[in-house]
Structures are given as structure tokens and as C-alpha cells.
């Protein structure tokens, strides 16, 4: 776990090590080029395409899996929907693997302290992954502004007694299997908004940025120092997603209805420094 990460992009020998750079603060974004193959990307989306779930709530686009962010601050409603997809992904991993699985074995090898388990509850293990899928459109933004720490990082996460609840880091693992007409870029920004000042922005725009991350106001990140992760279909890529980052559509290029998918998965390290390698996930 670092909480001062160093602000540039890595490119990794191995997925396992792209996690290592990012958890260590060598990097804030570490990437695996061609960690699935073109042809590969190809099929898991046209397994995965038809049964995709839409959404219903202000973050556009479809899904397959359960969220901590969607489950809007409850870990039994989480672990619930962890259940209820148990089956069709089941499904999906039997037809197209589990890329985050293979990323984690690769992660495990580095060392006998390196290790990665799935945060609990009564018995239940969260799932590993989940798929996302955003429609392209001619909007500029894809994703608005946000961080991913506030979904575990919150009052609501300490009063359940969420393992990593007192985290000031998390990694999000993405593998992309289409991104049509580049449609998507990452854009990560050099800014890790505290606590103080997510309930200053929270008090001044009546957001809710200390419980969901999720939008920051448009003008935040203007002028701010940032890096963009260009996603290529087959790419690996760690983040430190308590930085602000959005997806955006540089080019504008109108591929209406297509869609730029993903495999997605959350993690961080127990607060104890010398657990700094054992991460624990969660979708
Ligand atoms: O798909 C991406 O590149 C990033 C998505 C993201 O930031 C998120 O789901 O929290
Ligand atoms: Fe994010």
C-alpha cells in the first residue's frame, strides 16, 4: 500500500507485476499490453454481449456481476447480489475463463508474501470480477470525474465492518475487450482528493463524494496534471483509483450502439504495512 504514488504510467513485464508497481507507489498506473489475444476479445463479447444487464441508475450503460458502488453503501445488499450472479457468470467463467484469475496467479508467483483474497462476509466471498459495458456515443465524457475509495472508505463501510474500510488506497483491475472507435479513453489525474475535502465539496454542492466518489463538479480537474491510458481491446491495466479518473471520447467518433466492455475488479492491501502484498478484492 502507498499512499504517495509516484505520477507516471508503467509498462509491466507481467500482470503481476503492473499490480506490484501500482500497490508499491512505483507507478499510478501500471499497463499489460496483449494480455488477451484480438481473437480472443472476440469471442468472451459475443458470449458475453446477449446476456448483459442494463442499467437503471445515472451511470449509463450495461453490466454482468454484482458492485460494492451499486449496492449504495450496503455490504448485505453487495453479498446478495454476489449470490444472485453467482450462476450466470458462472457461465460466462465456464465459456471464457476468468482473465482477473490468471492475473492474480501472476501476482501470487512474485514472492511467498505476495497473496490475494476476497473480502468476506458469513462465509460469502465477493466476487472476483464483474463486466461493464458503456454505450458509445458522441458525448465527450463516458465516465463523469470520480474515485473508487469512497465506496470503501466511508462511515456507512466502518459501521458494517468492511476489512478495508480505513483504506487510503485502492487498485482498480481492468482487462478491455472493445473500446470501438477508441472511443474510451482513461484519463487519470493527479489529485487525491482528501476527506476533508470531499465533505467541503460536499457541504458547497450538496454531493455526496464522501459516501459514493462519484461525480466530482466538471470544474475539479480543470488544469489539474493528468495521464492518459490509451485502451486497446486485449490491455491490462492497475490504477489508483482513489486519484480522480474518468473515461473519455477523445476523438468523438460516432459508433453509436456499440459498446466498449470490460472485466473490472477492485483491491487493496490491509492497512498493516507489513501486509503491504496481501491484497483483498471485491467487485
Ligand atoms: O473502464 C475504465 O477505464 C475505468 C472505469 C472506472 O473508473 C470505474 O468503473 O470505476
Ligand atoms: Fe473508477
Not at 54 to 76: N, T
Not at 137 to 150: G, P, S, W, Y
Not at 249 to 274: E, Q, Y
Amino acid at each position: 500500500m502507498s499512499i504517495y504514488n509516484v505520477f507516471a504510467k508503467s509498462e509491466a513485464e507481467s500482470p503481476g507485476r503492473a499490480i506490484g508497481d501500482v500497490n508499491s507507489g512505483v507507478a499510478v498506473v501500471s499497463t499489460f499490453d496483449n494480455f488477451l489475444s484480438l481473437e480472443e476479445c472476440q469471442r468472451q463479447i459475443e458470449i458475453i454481449k446477449p446476456l448483459l444487464i442494463s442499467r437503471g441508475s445515472d451511470v449509463p450503460g450495461g453490466y454482468l456481476g454484482s458492485s460494492l458502488f451499486e449496492a449504495g453503501g450496503s455490504l448485505a445488499l453487495y453479498f446478495e447480489q454476489v449470490l444472485e450472479m453467482e450462476e450466470v457468470l458462472a457461465e460466462v467463467h465456464k465459456e471464457c475463463g476468468e482473465p482477473i484469475s490468471r492475473i492474480i496467479d501472476s501476482y501470487n508467483s512474485l514472492s511467498p508474501l505476495h497473496s490475494f483474497e476476497a473480502i468476506s462476509r458469513l462465509g460469502i466471498n465477493a466476487a472476483l470480477s464483474r463486466i461493464m459495458a458503456f454505450p458509445v456515443t458522441n458525448d465527450r465524457i463516458v465516465l463523469k470525474d470520480h474515485e473508487d475509495l469512497a465506496t470503501i472508505r466511508n462511515k456507512m463501510m466502518v459501521e458494517q465492518g468492511l476489512e478495508v474500510a480505513m483504506s487510503l488506497s485502492v487498485l482498480a483491475l481492468n482487462v478491455y475487450l472493445a473500446n470501438p472507435g477508441n472511443c474510451g479513453t482513461l484519463r487519470i489525474f493527479k489529485y487525491r482528493p482528501s476527506d476533508a475535502e470531499k465533505k467541503d465539496l460536499d457541504r458547497e454542492f450538496g454531493t455526496d463524494l464522501q459516501g459514493t466518489g462519484y461525480p466530482y463538479p466538471e470544474h475539479i480537474t480543470r488544469g489539474l496534471e493528468y495521464i492518459d491510458v490509451p485502451v486497446t481491446p486485449g490491455l491490462f491495466c492497475v490504477f489508483e483509483a482513489s486519484h480522480l479518473h474518468s473515461v473519455i471520447n477523445l476523438d468523438k467518433h460516432n459508433a453509436d450502439g456499440d459498446l466498449r466492455i470490460s472485466w473490472n475488479s477492485f483491491a487493496c492491501s490491509s492497512s498493516h504495512p507489513t501486509m503491504a502484498n496481501q491484497l483483498l478484492y471485491w467487485s
